[in-house]
């Protein structure tokens, strides 16, 4: 069963599920389809409803014999107006209206602005964006209890619709109360990565990390200009990366958001983080059969930029083509991969590695497969640090990632190039060099007097040890 489900392809597929995708039948058929990582969203639906998920994929985990990985995005801090008396109004370009603390129903005048934090940190010319970046507002006058903005884009405006502050660092915590309870319960059940909505600094990674302790991974959501003015500090702290072209292409020109996506995908690579290229890439998938020839182009820049994993959200998780949906971006994908220019221009991007032994060991087993042929590179890793430098490589060969822990083989589902594979620990090299030649050609990689190249750790059994490479026949 396990060769059978061998991708050939390198760049991931990160699906979400949510009522359109959950049934077994459906997401076994996602998981056939191309999905190696499926997301759960956070900010919809109950505990119950996850838990059914959840289990639904660690029993298609079970079936198939392939490690899966899970994704539990949490909401983050959802800034809101509040209501207004008929429900809706219909703001005029031109026109003042206030946003104050007062919690009586507004009118075009005026709305509750339940959020104390946001006018205590607007300034004179701040722009505040509602509804998606639909409706522009500029600050007028600040007072303790309110701010008086210019309507510099109208349009209507009904209750409860979102406020975006580009311009301003705001001091909220990423993580809300609800946010905690989801983590809780995400982390007792067992998911793979943390998504962190609202991320400002890299303390909110940080804090993030100390609640997961180890029990999961944090992939950091860039979302927020204040979060790339900080991207170094950020992405030294996380342990993986998506690109949220929602709330960013809010908040930024349209046209800064391909620039900065190439940035973030870059600032990753060059330290070996995972990173997932996310929103509306398939969008109008949600209600047509077929995609646009805009959003295949959007797909396949996402892979020659190099990045580890592209994503579908309403697409797979409320749309009406969810099986559809995955089966076109694994076709992207893999017509992308077969491309010349795609390997002419991922080799043009592969950073230089750092001065340590494992680095070494890493950037001389991509090399020595390039030169020999080799069928794979099979990394012995059990934190998953091994497997993720020989990905950092980009080789022009499959990596097969040995590890003895489910945890680890899981995080690599969302890896680029790495075929996960839980096997038992080994004593040797002798015995890894056996073991590897034997997985290789189990797994459909290689058939007999085939090569592939070895890496591990000596002595076996420690994290980050990575100093053996040794070249193998099958």
């Known amino acids: 069963m396990a060769s059978r489900l061998r991708r050939h ?48 994929i660690r029993a298609l985990e079970r079936k198939f014999d392939r490690p899966i990985g899970i994704l539990a995005d949490v909401q983050g801090p959802k800034l809101r107006v509040g209501q207004f008396r008929g429900g809706r109004v219909q703001l005029q370009t031109g026109a003042e209206f206030q946003l104050d603390l007062n919690p009586a129903p507004g009118d075009t005048r005026r709305v509750n602005l339940p959020h104390p934090e946001i006018i205590e940190a607007a300034s004179i010319g701040a722009t505040l964006l509602l509804d998606d970046g639909k409706l522009r507002l500029r600050v007028l006058r600040k007072r303790e209890d309110h701010l008086l903005t210019e309507v510099v884009t109208g349009g209507p405006l009904s209750d409860r619709k979102g406020v975006n502050v580009p311009d301003v660092v705001l001091p909220i915590p990423a993580l809300t109360k609800k946010d905690r309870a989801d983590l809780a319960f995400a982390l007792e059940h067992g998911i793979d990565y943390i998504g962190l909505s609202f991320v400002q ?132 994908v893999a017509r992308v991969e077969r491309d010349d220019d795609w390997r002419r221009t991922i080799d043009a991007k592969r950073p230089d590695p750092e001065p340590s032994s494992a680095d070494a060991i890493a950037r001389a087993a991509e090399q020595v497969a390039h030169t020999i042929g080799a069928r794979a590179i099979v990394a012995f890793t059990s934190s998953g640090a091994s497997a993720l430098r020989v990905a950092r490589e980009r080789p022009d060969c499959p990596v097969i990632g040995l590890t003895p822990s489910l945890d680890t083989a899981r995080r690599l589902a969302a890896v680029w190039g790495v075929h996960a594979v839980v096997t038992q620990d080994v004593g040797s090299m002798t015995e890894a060099v056996a073991l590897s030649a034997k997985v290789a050609r189990q797994e459909g990689f290689a058939q007999p007097g085939e090569e592939i190249v070895v890496v591990a750790g000596v002595p076996f059994g420690q994290s980050g040890t990575t100093n053996a490479l040794r070249v193998a026949r099958v």
């Open 9 to 56: 392809r390198r760049t991931k597929i990160v699906a979400t599920i949510g009522p359109a995708s959950s049934t077994p039948e459906l997401l076994s058929q996602l998981f056939e389809t191309g999905a190696d990582v499926f997301r759960l969203n956070f900010s919809h639906g109950t505990h119950e409803d996850h838990l059914a998920r959840l289990q639904m």
């Open 201 to 332: 600094r890299a303390a909110d990674v940080l804090e993030a990390k100390e609640i997961a302790a180890g029990r999961a991974l944090v992939m950091t959501k860039m979302e927020k200009p204040q979060a790339l003015d900080n991207l170094d500090e950020i992405m030294d702290a996380t342990d993986a990366v998506m690109v949220a072209r929602g709330d960013l292409g809010v908040e930024l020109p349209p046209e800064e958001v391909p620039i900065v996506q190439k940035r973030i995908i870059r600032a990753a690579q060059q330290r070996g983080l995972p990173v997932v290229v996310a929103t509306q890439m398939l969008e109008s998938m949600i209600s047509a059969p077929a995609p646009t020839r805009a959003e295949a182009s959007d797909v396949a820049t996402a892979v020659f930029d190099g990045a580890d994993a592209v994503m579908l959200s309403a697409e797979s998780a409320a749309g009406q083509y969810p099986r559809e949906a995955v089966n076109m971006m694994d076709r992207i």
